[in-house]
């Protein structure tokens, strides 16, 4: 018989009812036998104390312990002195048989795909740290729901922290926490399609699961190129069809690319000209390696442009904490999502207030800018050895880089060859959402590899390639 903690049956709902008349406990045997019966009460359930099902049955303590006494003498029940009645029969097979868990894919023992930080370098400590002073020293008023939009610590400090680290202009009232960088585009869409834009414009290649959320949201995803110098604004301008176009111009995903600066002036005029909207993912911004750090387009015209980031790049997307700058012709409308859309938790709000207000996330970021170059350093060095005739790009910022495959290898097959090494790889294609391109590759992230693992990674990827060259 498994017997837990878990199992403890403080609460049991019986329909004595369903029974029709006839004596008390006998009405209570026949809930109890068809509870256990149903599976309702698992083997090894400890029932309540006799008294407290008494009281919540609104009858007498012997009706109960009579009942338990004929479900102990029909074998559904057992009783050992000093301790509980608990449950030892079940019609369910094999109960005292472990059964096997659920089948699971095996996490990869070498993580190359893209979309992750370094999970080993979460601040566990530091983060346990402040949400125990949280817990410890907040108003029991902070205890409640968190006001729409957001704590306004929060909002006060991210404000302060963009305008300092970005070039944002923005104050606490254009501030809107919320969940992740998808959960605010999609609020944004809901906002935006109740003023009649339906379409987005997105960049092509880009991440496909901000294309999904688009889609989800009722609005047309409309591809617009990307090369070497970020978003194509000439493509963008001949779609006469589009107000708001997403972008991210720090740091491109997946080419790497920086939108350069006469297409920042170009993309805000055309917003001025089409009285659009501009909807700025400031990717993977913190991490540049070999360039000066470029403020945010926010900055240039802020009644024109959305910016949006969350944490899930820069410390966990476990912590569920992601942040809108808006218009505030927009803002009231966001707001107003959050008697809808769940906000992260006032605590957790809290936690990462402190964490900006003492400096420790400016330290974190520094730390991992750190440790990120070096591991990106290995890698390419790994890649220009192991892999001389497939050269690399995207290299200067972020958390991932595009390997260049020749012609001749399926990079489909590539992935599926890797995998089967336990190395978990992109297939750069699978970022378009057109067939009409020439990009052939792979999209190697870094962020979540251990050191100790680089070289080994790229020796698994050499095989790969080879094997399906």
Not at 11 to 32: C, T
Not at 218 to 237: E, F, Q, S, T
Not at 438 to 457: C, K, P, Q, R
């Amino acid at each position: 018989m498994r017997v837990s903690q878990t199992n403890l049956a403080g609460d049991l709902l019986l329909n004595l009812e369903r029974f029709g008349a006839g004596p008390l406990h006998e009405r209570v045997k026949r809930a109890l036998r068809s509870a256990i019966r149903e599976g309702r009460i698992d083997v090894g359930t400890a029932l309540p104390p006799s008294r407290q099902l008494a009281a919540d049955l609104g009858c007498s303590r012997w009706a109960v312990t009579e009942a338990y006494g004929q479900l102990v003498a029909e074998g559904y029940l057992e009783a050992r002195s000093g301790s509980a009645t608990r449950v030892r029969w079940s019609n369910a097979p094999d109960t005292d048989v472990e059964r096997p868990a659920a089948r699971q894919v095996p996490a990869a023992r070498f993580d190359l795909a893209p979309g992750l930080p370094d999970l080993r370098a979460f601040p566990r400590r530091r983060w346990a740290d402040v949400v125990r002073a949280q817990v410890s020293n907040a108003a029991f008023t902070e205890l409640g729901y968190p006001p729409a939009g957001g704590h306004l610590r929060l909002r006060r400090l991210l404000a302060e922290y963009l305008g300092r680290s970005r070039g944002v202009s923005a104050t606490p009232q254009d501030v809107t926490v919320c969940a992740s960088v998808t959960d605010g585009v999609r609020r944004m869409c809901h906002t935006l399609r109740a003023q009649g834009i339906t379409a987005v414009g997105c960049e092509e290649p880009g991440w496909t699961r901000l294309r999904e959320v688009i889609r989800a949201a009722g609005m047309k995803p409309v591809p617009v190129r990307v090369d070497g110098g970020g978003l194509c604004i000439d493509d963008l301008a001949a779609r006469t069809d589009l107000r708001a176009v997403l972008t991210a111009p720090a740091h491109q995903f997946p080419l790497g690319t920086v939108l350069v600066p006469e297409r920042r002036a170009a993309l805000l005029d055309w917003a001025r000209r089409v009285d659009g909207v501009v909807l700025e993912d400031d990717y993977d911004a913190e991490f540049r390696y070999d360039r000066r750090p470029v403020a945010a387009v926010q900055g240039m015209d802020p009644s024109r442009v959305v910016l949006f980031k969350s944490l899930s790049k820069t410390l966990s997307p476990a912590l569920g904490i992601g942040w809108i700058v808006a218009p505030p012709r927009w803002t009231q409308q966001l707001h107003r999502a959050d008697q809808v859309d769940a906000q992260p938790s006032a605590l957790d709000q809290l936690a990462f207030a402190e964490l900006l207000e003492s400096g420790a996330y400016d330290r974190h970021l520094r730390s991992c800018r750190q440790r990120y170059r070096l591991r990106r350093d290995t890698l390419v060095q790994a890649l220009a050895k192991q892999l001389p005739d497939a050269p690399v790009s995207g290299v200067a910022a972020g958390l991932h880089l595009i390997l260049r495959l020749p012609t001749a290898v399926d990079t489909r097959a590539v992935v599926t060859a890797a995998a089967a090494r336990s190395l978990r790889v992109a297939d750069l294609a699978t970022y378009h959402a057109t067939d009409d391109h020439a990009d052939h590759g792979l999209v190697l992230g870094y962020g979540n590899l251990a050191d100790s693992a680089v070289i080994e990674a790229v020796r698994h990827l050499r095989d790969a390639v080879e094997e399906c060259g």
